[in-house]
């Protein structure tokens, strides 16, 4: 049985592979459009997988797995505080306590509203991925600096050492005190990019203590950022968390943040295969009309396979099998085309801005290459072209001695 089918396959792959079907007619087209087909699908792929993986990692490095924030009042007592979280799940590993506000940010002649988060940059280090996002300075800075997005940076005109002044309302829904108004100048010591266009253009970081020296707070905090084993069992915990804490607090996950998005890409993804997959599908039809006209040329061929026994059934695995060569040939020439679009995407995009972030909330994409990516796009494209090429191999198969023979 082994050695029939090395036959098969060999018998198969020399009706195929000679310099009349490589070099002439319609078949090198119709294998370069199998070729660029995959190649799309591998790249659009890549893409929209990597659209995804940079929004959920830009997630978690600027605002952690999980945010736990107190309604209406601020948090007093911060040991209290954290031990009731940490005895709510084991999985938690880290929990870290940040403030923030609405302020406004003035320089060089412009004004703008910004958010104002306040942390302890050294125990938010071991939550947050902020290092990583650095593009100019250190947020391991003096006291009276801060560290600013780079759309912000950009709009502004803002370098390393440039003063801004931050200007915040201590009428606060926490407080019941008259509006008054407080600002304070403050050195740029770092510029970020968070991996999010609203935070590069809104988003400012500061110590603790000066937030708190800001805004008045004393010794007292907005909420915690939490840290768990699995980023993935996010949305899971934080229900369990919310349901232990009550409706005192309000907690908040990667996914759900951005929870219409996730899955508009997800929709997005499927919608988008098909309809390159598309190209795949013409070009494997084109393929079985070229397999049509080998087929025409190979009449004497088969007629002399039957006169020496070859029975209808053998025939016709003979040149599905070259619909099966074509499509793995195909694949891999797509992959490695894919590999290089994908490739090219990522160059195009460091020199030009390709995605608007203002629409699509990122302005860069870190390409992701996906072994399931590429396992559907094997499968669809080889079903695709076998499919295609049953129709002239069950015609090639019926054909009668007498009839090849009769053939020029």
């Known amino acids: 049985m082994f050695r029939d089918l090395k036959f098969k396959f060999w018998l198969s792959g020399r009706l195929l592979f000679n310099k009349q079907i490589l070099f002439g007619g319609s078949a090198p087209l119709s294998f370069l459009g199998l070729v660029l087909g995959v190649a799309a699908l591998v790249a659009s792929m890549s893409v929209m997988r990597g659209f995804e993986s940079s929004l959920k990692q830009a997630m978690i490095d600027v605002t ?15 040991d209290e505080f954290s031990a009731e979280i940490q005895k709510i799940d084991p999985s938690i590993q880290k929990i870290a306590k940040f403030a923030y506000t609405e302020a406004v940010i003035a320089s060089k002649g412009k004004v703008s509203g910004v958010l104002i988060q306040g942390f302890d940059f050294e125990q938010v280090g071991e939550i947050l991925n ?4 650095v593009r100019e300075g250190s947020l391991n800075s003096a006291p009276g600096t801060v560290a600013i997005g780079q759309g912000l940076a950009k709009r502004y005109s803002l370098k390393l050492g440039d003063e801004v002044y931050l200007a915040v309302s201590l009428a606060t829904p ?4 008259n509006f008054k108004r407080q600002a304070q100048a403050f050195k740029i010591a770092a510029i970020l990019d968070f991996g999010k266009n609203d935070w590069n253009e809104r988003l400012v970081l500061s110590q603790l203590p000066d937030f708190q020296g800001l805004t008045q707070i004393g ?5 915690a950022f939490v840290k768990i084993a699995d980023s993935e069992k996010a949305p899971e915990l934080s229900h369990k968390i919310e349901n232990e804490l009550g409706s005192r607090y309000a907690v908040l996950n990667w996914y759900e943040v951005n929870k219409n998005l996730f899955k508009a890409v997800k929709y997005e993804s499927v919608v988008i295969f098909f309809v390159v997959f598309l190209i795949v599908v013409v070009a494997a039809f084109n393929i079985s009309s070229t397999l049509y006209v080998l087929i025409r040329q190979r009449y004497q061929d088969i007629a002399i396979l039957k006169a020496l026994g070859s029975t209808q059934r053998n025939i016709q695995i003979i040149f599905v099998m070259q619909g099966l060569f074509v499509a793995c040939l195909g694949c891999l020439c797509g992959f490695f085309v894919g590999y290089l679009l994908s490739q090219g995407f990522m160059f195009l995009q460091s020199q030009y801005t390709l995605i608007s972030g203002s629409v699509y909330k990122i302005d860069r994409i870190d390409i992701r290459l996906s072994w399931i990516d590429f396992f559907f796009i094997f499968i669809a494209t080889t079903t695709a072209c076998l499919l295609a090429t049953y129709p002239p191999a069950r015609k090639g198969s019926r054909l009668t001695v007498v009839e090849g023979l009769r053939e020029d």
């Open 130 to 133: 902020l290092n990583s996002r």
């Open 219 to 223: 010794d007292r905090y907005t909420g």
């Open 64 to 78: 952690s797995d999980i945010q736990i924030i107190k309604k209406g009042k601020l948090i007093e007592s911060w």
């Open 174 to 177: 926490f407080e019941d005190d």
